[in-house]
Nanobody, 122 residues
């Protein structure tokens, strides 16, 4: 069973940076693609970033390209999301997700963590 726990959320001001982490257990971490999604109040969950099982491939939503960076450490079973130049519209609950198929994962098919709140004030 895939178990994912996010951390690192908080309240920051516009322009600040924040780093989210996701600790994983219960599966062969290095075999799974990992992703970050977010859900703002009143909106559907949306894709943010994805990274392949070996870190060799990444993809980002247009809204975060150039500001967010996804990375993973297979030795530590963690995946991170470095968020720079944060904007109020980045406010959301951020979820870590895992899946064996990177394309299916990018479309929201995978295992999920409980989420961590990120709030960006203007």
């Amino acid at each position: 069973q895939v178990h994912l726990v996010e951390s690192g959320g908080g309240l920051v001001q516009a322009g600040d940076s924040l780093r989210l982490s996701c600790a994983a257990a219960g599966h062969t971490f290095s075999s799974y693609a990992k992703a970050w999604f977010r859900q703002a109040p009143g909106k559907e969950r949306e894709f943010v970033a994805v990274i392949s099982w070996n870190g060799g491939s990444t993809d980002y939503a247009d809204s975060v390209k150039g500001r967010f960076t996804i990375s993973r450490d297979n030795a530590k079973n963690t995946v991170s999301l470095q968020m720079n130049s944060l904007k109020p519209e980045d406010t959301a609950v951020y979820y870590c997700a895992a899946g064996l198929d990177i394309l299916r994962l990018q479309n929201g098919i995978g295992s999920w963590g409980q989420g961590t709140q990120v709030t960006v004030s203007s």
